[in-house]
Nanobody, 128 residues
């Protein structure tokens, strides 16, 4: 089991930037994906960015070109650089890991269901 702890959330004005971090311990050889999921009040959880162990990164259209997911070589830390933030980005952001090999396939909704380990979340609030 992978233990995940997010940090870096906060309040920022529209157009600003934030960098989220996720400290991962117990990272297993069978962890194939790590990613970020956000959950805004009244909305469904939204998978927004993902890294697969054997392939490239992927982003949902709502954040593509603005957010960048990265991971350190030791795979102890996952990051999400968020630029050009807007109020629609306001949500609780979760770091997640998946032991499913096909974790980066299918719809973004199916990707979210394949995560097996979750952090506690960090709040991001963007004001206009």
């Amino acid at each position: 089991q992978v233990h995940l702890v997010e940090s870096g959330g906060g309040s920022v004005q529209a157009g600003g930037s934030l960098r989220l971090s996720c400290a991962a311990s117990g990272y297993a050889a069978m962890t194939y994906c790590m990613g970020w999921v956000r959950h805004a009040p009244g909305k469904e959880r939204e998978g927004i960015a993902i890294i697969h162990r054997y392939s490239d990164t992927n982003y949902t259209d709502t954040v593509k070109g603005r957010f960048t997911i990265s991971q350190d070589n030791a795979k102890n830390n996952l990051y999400l650089q968020m630029n050009s933030l807007n109020p629609e980005d306001t949500a609780m952001y979760y770091c997640a890991a998946s032991g499913w090999y096909d974790c980066d396939s299918g719809s973004w909704s199916s990707r979210v269901t394949k995560y097996t380990d979750w952090g506690q979340g960090t709040q991001v609030t963007v004001s206009s």
